[in-house]
């Protein structure tokens, strides 16, 4: 198969390529800084340093793509610059996928969010709820996973002491299965899911939510 994914070099995405690549795929990751520092594997991926909103610059890139992983979005704001819930975490996937849809993708995966993080706006969830319902109905599978928050080593959003917080209650089996859709994943079975959703013969409806998941982990 080949995967593309955007927001191929991030803290979800490139576990993903890092795994299809082991795997044996085709692998193709789009982001604005292209190739990350993050192994050998690393050569192995055919890495478009672009702009999602800027389409001319990586659509071509989607003739012979599979499936299309969607893996970018935002926490924290900066509006002054244009990067916002709604553009990034909305606009971004309904673009991405109507690109893939017109390239003939068969699969989209676009990794969305359970809730909304503390102390940021609606528009955080808004986005995301907007965008799902957006790409729904496109001529390809869409496959929807709700992740609440993901943790790990170089996790870049919150504080590292959310970080150990959530690593000990998704160590913690019984106590991570109370907190329901929200549960904490850590980054490798995050990701390990996203790629099962992308190369499975079979996918479960959407949203895909935290029980679904963990089983594909
Ligand atoms: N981590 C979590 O706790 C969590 C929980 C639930 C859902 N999610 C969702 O999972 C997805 C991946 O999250 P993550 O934690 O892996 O985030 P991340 O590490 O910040 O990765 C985001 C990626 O998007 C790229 N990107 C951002 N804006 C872009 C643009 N305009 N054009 C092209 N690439 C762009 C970034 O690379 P460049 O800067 O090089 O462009 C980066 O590779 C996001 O949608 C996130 O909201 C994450």
Redesign the pocket.
């Known amino acids: 198969m080949h995967l593309l994914v955007?927001?191929?070099?991030?803290?979800?995405?490139?576990r993903v390529c890092a795994r299809a690549v082991r795997e044996g795929h085709e692998v193709t990751?789009?982001?604005?800084?292209?190739r990350?520092e993050a192994g050998s594997w690393t050569e192995d991926v055919r890495w478009i340093?672009?702009?999602?909103?800027?389409p001319g610059a990586w659509r071509d890139a989607l003739s012979g793509v599979d499936c299309v992983v969607?893996?970018?979005?935002?926490?924290a704001e900066r509006p002054q610059a244009g990067?916002t819930f709604e553009r990034?975490?909305g606009d971004?996937?309904v673009l991405v996928a109507l690109e893939a849809e017109r390239a003939g993708v068969e699969r989209f995966v676009?990794?969305?969010?359970?809730t909304k993080?503390p102390l940021v706006r609606e528009a955080y969830i808004e986005a995301?709820r907007r965008a799902e319902t957006a790409i729904t109905d496109l001529e390809m599978d869409v496959v929807v996973p709700?992740?609440?928050?993901?943790?790990g080593p170089d996790?870049?959003?919150?504080p590292e002491i959310a970080n150990q917080l959530f690593a000990v209650v998704g160590a913690l089996g019984p106590l991570a299965r109370v907190m329901g859709e929200d549960r904490?994943?850590a980054?490798g079975a995050?990701s390990q899911a996203v790629y099962e959703l992308a190369v499975a013969d079979e996918v479960p409806s959407n949203p895909v939510t935290a029980t679904e998941l963990s089983a594909l982990t």
């Open positions: 955007t927001g191929g070099n991030g803290f979800i995405g490139r990751g789009v982001s604005r800084s292209g990350p340093a672009a702009d999602v909103f800027d969607h893996s970018i979005g935002i926490i990067v990034v975490n971004s996937a676009y990794i969305s969010s359970s993080p995301r709700r992740f609440g928050p993901v943790y996790q870049p959003h919150f904490p994943f980054v995050a």
